[in-house]
C-alpha cells in the first residue's frame, strides 16, 4: 500500500472518531503545553539570573575576606557572615597597580537606620571609592555620584538607590536634601536607576551609597574592607588576572603556602557557570516532570488505540479479505497513533507558547519583575520530535496486534 | 482454475477437536457458476473460505490457477486476494461512515497495479455497473440493505477479479433485493466470471449450473443443475 493511501485512511479513521480522537489527543496536548511551558520557565529563569550576574559589571573580579578551601561550589567565609579583616586598604593600593586591573572598587556595608524628615526606614549603606559606580555599571538617574576626591576629604555626601529614594521622598526631589544614617548628616547628591539585587543577595535599589572613608571611620568604626571587586582589562583574560591578584595578595599578606591563603577570589565566569549549572539541573528537573505527563499521554494513546483495534476488528477482517497485508494493517493503525501525537503536539506547543506568553505578561505587567521572555526552538523541535515519537512507541503495540489478526476470525468477530 | 485434493480442515479448541472438512475433492473450471450447499454446520462455509484464502487447510492440496496453496506465504496470499478474488459476504462488511466511493475503491488501495489517477473511473464504472451512480458519495450506513449489498458486489468487482466468491449473499435481503442481486451475478456470470456461491436457497442455487453438497464435511453430491427456465427474464418472472 501507498504512504499516500496510508495516511489518508488513517485520517479518516481520526475524523471519523472526532471526540475519541480529541480525548486521545488531550493528553498529550497537556504533556507537551507542560514540556513547553517549563522548559521555558527555566530558560527565563536562567536568563534572568544571568542578566542580573551580567549587569553587576563586566570583565569583573572579586576579592573577598576569608578563605574557601573546597571547590567553587562552597560560599567563602565572609559571606557566612564572619567577620574577618583581612582585606585592607594596602591590598587596594597594591592591585591597583597592576597592569591587567582597570579598576580597583573597595567597598564595605553596613545597616542603619535612614531618616529623612519624618520619613524612616532601615536599610543597607555601602561606602565605596569613586570608580565603584562605573565598575559596577550603575547608571545615574538624577545628580551626580561622588568623586575620590570627595572620598579623601571625607565628605558626607550620598547617592540614592531609586526605591530608598522613593520611600524617603516620595515624589519630591531628593537632590541636595540632608538624610541621616546613625545620626551624621548626608547630602543626597544622586539618584541612580533600578538596578535590582547585587552580589552577597543586596537589594542595590534600596541602598545608600556614601564614600567608604566615611562609612569607615564614622559608622562602622572599621579599616578593613568587606570586598574589593576589580574590573579586569578586556585584553587579559579573567583567569589570568584572577592568578595576578592570587600572586599580589599573598605578597602583600606575606602568605607562601597557598592553603593559608585568607581571602577567596571569584570571577563573574565562576559565578555564571556556577548559576548555569544551577539553572539547567532546574530545567532538567522541570522538563523531567513534564515528560512523565508525557509518558502517562503515551499510555492513554495505546490505551484508546488498542480499543480502537478491538471495535474495529471487522473492518481488519474486511481490509485483509481484499488483499491488505500485515504491514498494511500495521502502517494503517501506526499512521493513525503518530497522526493523533503529531497533531497533539502541535496543539500542545500552541498551548504551551500561549501560557508562556501568559505568564510573561503576568510577570512582567502585573507583578512588575524582570522575566525575561524565552521560548527556545529547541523545546519546540523536541516537543514535535517527541509527541511523533511517542505515538510511534505507543501505537507500536496495538498496530501490531491489528496487524496479527486472521482475516478469517476477524470477520467472524461480533 | 481451481482443484482440491483430499482438503481437511479441523479445528482445535480448548483440547477438543472438530473437524469441518473430510477429504473433499472437487474440480472448477474458470467460468463455471458453482453453488455450495449444505446443511448449517456442514462445513460449506469453512470450505469457501479456504476457496478463498481466507483460511489455510489443515491437510490436502489446493491449486488454484497452478500455484499450490501450500507452498504460498500469507503476502502471496494477500496479493491473490487482491488481484483475482471477489468478495461478497451476507453481512455487507462495509464501512457504514465512509462513502460508497471509499468502499467500492478499498482493494485499490492494497494493489499495485492501477494507478491512482485510474482509481476514479475504475469505481464510477463499478458502481455504474450496480446501477448506484446516483449514490456514489453518500454514506455506506444510509443505504438499503439491497443498495449495500450492490455496493459489496462494486467492491468485489473493482479489480476485475477472475473468480468471485459470495457468502450467502441474498441472507440479509427481501426478495425483491435478493433478485437484483441474483441477476447482477448471473449477468457476471454470462462476462465470463467464475461464481463460487454458498447458499442455503434452492431459488437462489438455481441460477448456478453446477450444485455441490456438503453434508458433514464430506462431498455429498457433485452435479450440474439442469436449466428448466433458459432465459434471464424466465428467472424473474
Known amino acids: 500500500m501507498r504512504a499516500y493511501d496510508s495516511i489518508r485512511m488513517a485520517v479518516a479513521g481520526v475524523r471519523h472518531a472526532k471526540m475519541r480522537s480529541f480525548l486521545t489527543m488531550l493528553g498529550i496536548v497537556i504533556g507537551i503545553a507542560s514540556v513547553i511551558l517549563l522548559m521555558s520557565i527555566g530558560n527565563s529563569a536562567q536568563a534572568v539570573i544571568i542578566n542580573q550576574v551580567k549587569g553587576i559589571g563586566s570583565n569583573l573580579v572579586f576579592v573577598l575576606p576569608g578563605a574557601s578551601k573546597s571547590s567553587k561550589f562552597s560560599s567563602p567565609a565572609a559571606s557566612q557572615g564572619i567577620i574577618i579583616k583581612t582585606l585592607v586598604k594596602e591590598d587596594a593600593d597594591a592591585l591597583s597597580r597592576e597592569a591587567s586591573i582597570v579598576a580597583v572598587a573597595p567597598e564595605v556595608r553596613g545597616q542603619a537606620k535612614i531618616v529623612y524628615g519624618s520619613n524612616d526606614t532601615t536599610a543597607t549603606f555601602i561606602g565605596v571609592t569613586g570608580p565603584y559606580f562605573s565598575v559596577r555599571d550603575f547608571v545615574v538617574a538624577e545628580g551626580r555620584t561622588f568623586t575620590d576626591g570627595e572620598v579623601n576629604s571625607y565628605e558626607r555626601v550620598?547617592?540614592?538607590?531609586?526605591?530608598?529614594?522613593?520611600?524617603?521622598?516620595?515624589?519630591?526631589?531628593?537632590?541636595?536634601?540632608?538624610?541621616?544614617?546613625?545620626?551624621?548628616?548626608?547630602?543626597?547628591?544622586?539618584?541612580?536607576?533600578?538596578?535590582?539585587?547585587?552580589?552577597?543577595?543586596?537589594?542595590?535599589?534600596?541602598?545608600?551609597?556614601?564614600?567608604?572613608?566615611?562609612?569607615?571611620?564614622?559608622?562602622?568604626?572599621?579599616?578593613?574592607?568587606?570586598?574589593?571587586?576589580?574590573?579586569?582589562?578586556?585584553?587579559?583574560?579573567?583567569?589570568?588576572?584572577?592568578?595576578?591578584?592570587?600572586?599580589i595578595i599573598r605578597e602583600s599578606h606575606h602568605i607562601t603556602n597557598p592553603d593559608k591563603d585568607d581571602f577567596d577570589i571569584r570571577t563573574q565566569e565562576d559565578a555564571l557557570s556556577l548559576l548555569g549549572n544551577i539553572t539547567s539541573i532546574l530545567t532538567l528537573f522541570l522538563t523531567s516532570i513534564a515528560f512523565i505527563s508525557l509518558v502517562v499521554g503515551g499510555i492513554g494513546i495505546m490505551n484508546i488505540m488498542l480499543v480502537s483495534v478491538i471495535e474495529r476488528t471487522r473492518e481488519i477482517g474486511l481490509r485483509k479479505a481484499v488483499g491488505a497485508t500485515n504491514g498494511d494493517i500495521l502502517q494503517q493503525f501506526l499512521w493513525e497513533s503518530v497522526i493523533l501525537t503529531f497533531v497533539g503536539g502541535l496543539v500542545g506547543i500552541m498551548v504551551?507558547?500561549?501560557?508562556?506568553?501568559?505568564?510573561?505578561?503576568?510577570l512582567v505587567d502585573i507583578v512588575k519583575t524582570n522575566w525575561v521572555f524565552s521560548l527556545p526552538v529547541s523545546a519546540i523541535g523536541l516537543a514535535a520530535g517527541v509527541s511523533t515519537l511517542t505515538g510511534l512507541v505507543f501505537g507500536l503495540y496495538p498496530a501490531r496486534q491489528a496487524a496479527k489478526k486472521s482475516p478469517i476470525e476477524a470477520l467472524r468477530y461480533e | 482454475m481451481i482443484k482440491l485434493v483430499g482438503i481437511e480442515k479441523r479445528y482445535e479448541d480448548e483440547g477438543e477437536s472438530t473437524l469441518a472438512l473430510a477429504g473433499v475433492s472437487f474440480e472448477i473450471k474458470k467460468g463455471e457458476f458453482v453453488a455450495i450447499m449444505g446443511p448449517s454446520g456442514s462445513g460449506k462455509s469453512t470450505l469457501l473460505h479456504i476457496l478463498s484464502f481466507l483460511d489455510r487447510p489443515t491437510s490436502g492440496e489446493y491449486f488454484f490457477n497452478g500455484h499450490n496453496v501450500n507452498d504460498l506465504t500469507d503476502l502471496d496470499m494477500a496479493h491473490i486476494r487482491n488481484s483475482e478474488m471477489g468478495f461478497i459476504f451476507q453481512s455487507f462488511n462495509l464501512l457504514s461512515r465512509h462513502t460508497v466511493f471509499e468502499n467500492v475503491a478499498m482493494p485499490l488501495m492494497y494493489s499495485h497495479d492501477v494507478p491512482i489517477e485510474r482509481r476514479k473511473h475504475l469505481v464510477e464504472r463499478a458502481v455504474a455497473s450496480v446501477g448506484l451512480?446516483?449514490?456514489?458519495?453518500?454514506?455506506?450506513?444510509?443505504?438499503?440493505?439491497?443498495?449495500?449489498?450492490?455496493?459489496?458486489?462494486?467492491?468485489?468487482?473493482?479489480?476485475?477479479?477472475?473468480?468471485?466468491?459470495?457468502?450467502?449473499?441474498?441472507?440479509?435481503?427481501?426478495?425483491?433485493?435478493?433478485?437484483?442481486?441474483?441477476?447482477?451475478?448471473?449477468?457476471?456470470?454470462?462476462?465470463?466470471?467464475?461464481?463460487?456461491?454458498?447458499?442455503?436457497?434452492?431459488?437462489?442455487?438455481?441460477?448456478?449450473?453446477?450444485?455441490?453438497?456438503?453434508?458433514?464435511?464430506?462431498?455429498?453430491?457433485?452435479r450440474p443443475i439442469v436449466k428448466a427456465r433458459h432465459s434471464k427474464a424466465e428467472f424473474f418472472k
Do not use: C, W
Open chain 1, 158 to 247: 550620598a547617592v540614592l538607590g531609586s526605591e530608598i529614594a522613593k520611600t524617603l521622598f516620595g515624589g519630591y526631589d531628593p537632590l541636595g536634601k540632608m538624610i541621616r544614617l546613625k545620626d551624621v548628616a548626608f547630602r543626597v547628591v544622586g539618584v541612580l536607576e533600578p538596578k535590582g539585587v547585587g552580589p552577597g543577595g543586596i537589594d542595590q535599589d534600596n541602598a545608600v551609597i556614601i564614600p567608604i572613608t566615611v562609612a569607615q571611620k564614622q559608622l562602622l568604626g572599621i579599616d578593613y574592607y568587606n570586598l574589593i571587586t576589580l574590573q579586569a582589562s578586556d585584553s587579559y583574560t579573567s583567569e589570568f588576572v584572577k592568578q595576578r591578584v592570587f600572586s
Open chain 1, 352 to 362: 504551551g507558547g500561549l501560557l508562556t506568553v501568559g505568564i510573561y505578561f503576568i
Open chain 2, 133 to 222: 451512480e446516483e449514490k456514489l458519495y453518500m454514506e455506506a450506513g444510509k443505504l438499503s440493505g439491497g443498495q449495500k449489498q450492490r455496493v459489496a458486489i462494486a467492491r468485489a468487482l473493482i479489480g476485475n477479479p477472475g473468480v468471485i466468491f459470495a457468502d450467502e449473499p441474498t441472507g440479509n435481503l427481501d426478495s425483491k433485493s435478493g433478485a437484483q442481486v441474483m441477476s447482477i451475478l448471473h449477468d457476471l456470470h454470462e462476462k465470463g466470471h467464475t461464481i463460487i456461491l454458498v447458499t442455503h436457497e434452492t431459488y437462489t442455487a438455481e441460477f448456478a449450473n453446477r450444485l455441490i453438497h456438503i453434508k458433514d464435511g464430506r462431498l455429498d453430491s457433485d
